[in-house]
Nanobody, 124 residues
Framework: QVQLVESGGGPVQAGGSLRLSCAAS????????TAWFRQVPGKEREFVAG????????YYAESVKGRFTIARDDAEKTVYLQMNSLKPDDTAVYFC?????????????????WGQGTQVTVFS
């Protein structure tokens, strides 16, 4: 099993940057594909970025391509989301998720493990 804890959220001015971290517990973290999702009240949770087991492939939602970067450090059991050029529309609770697979999926139901979320607020 894997337990996930996000950190790094907070308020930031539009155009600024934040780096989210997702610290994992569990001896086999390197066997898990991980992703970031986000959710605003009244809307469904949406895929932001994913990185496969081993870190050889990354995937991004169109809305964040070129601005966000996902990375993982298996030795540190941590997944990062570097967010640059932030916009007010990026305001959401950001969740880290993991699935025991080599394949990144964009649907939340495909992920077995979730963190508690971290709030990101982008103000203009």
């Amino acid at each position: 099993q894997v337990q996930l804890v996000e950190s790094g959220g907070g308020p930031v001015q539009a155009g600024g940057s934040l780096r989210l971290s997702c610290a994992a517990s569990g001896r086999t973290f390197s066997s898990y594909t991980t992703a970031w999702f986000r959710q605003v009240p009244g809307k469904e949770r949406e895929f932001v970025a994913g990185i496969n087991r081993g870190g050889s492939s990354t995937y991004y939602a169109e809305s964040v391509k070129g601005r966000f970067t996902i990375a993982r450090d298996d030795a540190e059991k941590t997944v990062y989301l570097q967010m640059n050029s932030l916009k007010p529309d990026d305001t959401a609770v950001y969740f880290c998720a993991a699935r025991f697979s080599v394949v990144v999926m964009a649907t939340p139901s495909n992920y077995n493990y979730w963190g508690q979320g971290t709030q990101v607020t982008v103000f203009s």
